[in-house]
């Protein structure tokens, strides 16, 4: 079965830090581009960031550039969403997705979120 299991989230001081996993179970995401998103309650998803087949990293929100960044380790197969600096409106529950070809193009799947709370 083809999953996205993500981890990482938890409860974080503004101005602190948290890493974000995103484990794929039954194929290889050496490859892939993936997506990262974040939802509130009530509000529309929001794109955050799409790291690339390449590693190239495309901000789909000028909010987290300079402060969340991507990356990827293939022997875990697993893809990191890095996030510093974090602002009370970072607050969601964050999820990754896999594209079916580019950083524009729709998604294939996602997995089931990890709350990040960021606290003042």
């Known amino acids: 079965q083809l999953q996205l299991v993500e981890s990482g989230g938890g409860l974080v001081q503004a101005g602190g830090s948290l890493r974000l996993s995103c484990k794929a179970f039954?194929?290889?995401?050496?490859?892939?581009?993936i997506g990262w998103f974040r939802q509130v309650p009530g509000k529309e998803r929001e794109g955050v960031l799409c790291?690339?087949?390449?590693?190239?990293?495309?901000y789909y929100t000028d909010s987290v550039k300079g402060r969340f960044t991507s990356s990827r380790d293939v022997a875990k197969n697993t893809v990191y969403l890095q996030m510093n600096s974090l602002k009370r409106e970072d607050t969601a529950v964050y999820y990754c997705?896999?594209?079916?070809?580019?950083?524009?193009?729709?998604?294939?799947?996602r997995g089931q979120g990890t709350q990040v709370t960021v606290s003042s």
């Open positions: 997705a896999l594209h079916t070809s580019t950083c524009r193009s729709s998604l294939a799947f």
């Open positions: 039954g194929f290889s995401l050496e490859n892939d581009v």
């Open positions: 790291i690339s087949s390449n590693n190239d990293i495309t």
